[in-house]
């Protein structure tokens, strides 16, 4: 099945600084990669995701890149600000007949500091 | 519009005991997910749903079963808990946008098992 490794495991930068979290997948059926925000005791929430045709997407401070010949893709936070503070995960998505199954990261948790 | 709706929120059983956790969603969507999420191991797939009617094993179904008990409703049994249940689980609803399944989550019930 698939598998999705992600580093780091926690991240700290300071206001305004750029974040950049890294995933790699193992599943070249794989063909969408979203990524979700979840603060402390939340649900998690999607802030971002790109299909595999696709190698870039941003939206406003935040953007993802995808290389699916190196079966990597990576989330970029610039300008970064104290409410960026939260744990953050990828995923990748497998197609299973009807339905997809989303494999995720192991989280990394991002501290904004002052 | 409630989205995903789980409960309850928090629960807490001794072992050998058992309970059932729904979920349901307003969404029309046909995918339906449980999750666990323990510290350090993100979200792990327990069982899925792709349609009224079917269902799954995803990676850790190992002492759950699920009923689908119609479109909107998604169920997670816990038979005869055990303390390596504790953990927080979230119920997610899939619907496809960008060729992927953008999946939805509930606000989570925290199960402790003692």
């Known amino acids: 099945g698939e598998n999705v490794e992600q580093h780091p495991s926690t991240l700290s930068v300071q206001e305004g600084d750029s974040a950049v979290i890294k995933c790699t997948y193992s599943?070249?059926?794989?063909?969408?990669f979203p990524w979700y925000k979840q603060e402390l005791g939340k649900r998690p929430q999607l802030i971002i995701d790109i299909r595999s045709n696709v190698g870039e997407k941003k939206d406003q401070r935040i953007a993802v890149t995808l290389n699916k010949t190196a079966k990597h893709f990576s989330l970029h936070i610039t300008e970064t600000q104290p409410e960026d503070s939260a744990v953050y995960f990828c995923?990748?998505?497998?197609?299973?007949?009807?339905?997809?199954?989303?494999?995720f990261g192991t989280g990394t948790r991002l501290q904004v500091t002052l | 519009n409630a989205g995903v709706t789980q409960t309850p929120k928090f629960q807490v059983l001794k072992t050998g005991q058992s309970m059932t956790l729904q979920c349901a969603q307003d969404m029309n969507h046909n995918s339906m997910y449980w999750y666990r999420q323990d510290p350090g191991m993100g979200l792990r797939l327990i069982y899925y749903?792709?349609?009224?009617?079917?269902?799954d094993k995803g990676e850790v179904p190992n002492g759950y079963n699920v009923s689908r008990l119609n479109k909107r409703e998604f169920s997670l049994r816990l038979e005869s808990a055990a303390p390596s249940q504790t953990s927080v689980y979230f119920c997610?609803?899939?619907?496809?946008?960008?060729?992927?399944?953008?999946?939805?989550f509930g606000a989570g019930t925290r199960l402790s098992v003692l």
């Open positions: 995923a990748a998505s497998t197609p299973t007949g009807t339905a997809s199954k989303l494999t």
């Open positions: 749903s792709a349609s009224e009617g079917t269902t």
């Open positions: 997610a609803s899939g619907g496809r946008a960008l060729g992927g399944n953008i999946q939805y």
């Open positions: 599943d070249s059926a794989s063909n969408y």
